[in-house]
C-alpha cells in the first residue's frame, strides 16, 4: 500500500538563522510561462518569452518575534529564505523537500488577532531565485538574473543561453 507523503515539520533559515516550529505554511510561487506571439506568414506563433513574477507566501505562527525582527531588518534589501519541509513517509523516514526563495518582501498581513488563537502573520516575497529539492534531486530552478530556467530537472534555457554565447 502507497501511503501519501505528509509534511510533519518545517524549518525556516532567514539568512542562515534557524526557526523552528515558527512555520504554519508556505505558497511556493506559480511557476506560470510567459508567450509573445510573432507574426510569421500564413499566421501567429507563440514563442516562449520568460515566466511571470514569481511571487511566494509564507505564514508564520504569532510567537515569532525574533523571525519578524529579522524580516524587519531586511525589509528593504534582498533576502533568502530556506524552507526545510520533513515529510513522514509512514515508514519511520522523514524525507524532505527543501524551498529555497530570495527577493524582496513586500507585505506583511497581520491577520485578526484573536483573544483565543492569537494571530498568525502572512509574508509576501517577490522572488528573483526560487529553487526547489526532493530529496536531494533538483525539481525546479528558476533564476531571473542569472537567466536560469529548470523545470522538472531539466534546464531549459541551456539552448537560449548557448545561442547567445552565455
Known sequence: ?????RTVMFNLFIEGEGFVGKVKSIQP???KKVYEELPVPGGKIKVFKGVEPLE???VLYEDN???EKSLAK?????VTLIFKQARSDGKGGAPTVVHTL???IDQLEQ???DNEKGNDNTFTITCTYYKKEVEGSLI???DLINLKYVIGGQDLSAAFKGGIGA
Open 1 to 5: 500500500m502507497n501511503i501519501a507523503k
Open 29 to 31: 510561487p506559480a511557476i
Open 56 to 58: 511566494a507566501k509564507f
Open 65 to 67: 518575534v525574533n523571525a
Open 74 to 78: 531586511l525589509h528593504n534589501d534582498p
Open 102 to 104: 530570495s527577493g524582496q
Open 111 to 113: 491577520g485578526e488577532i
Open 140 to 142: 525546479h530552478e528558476i
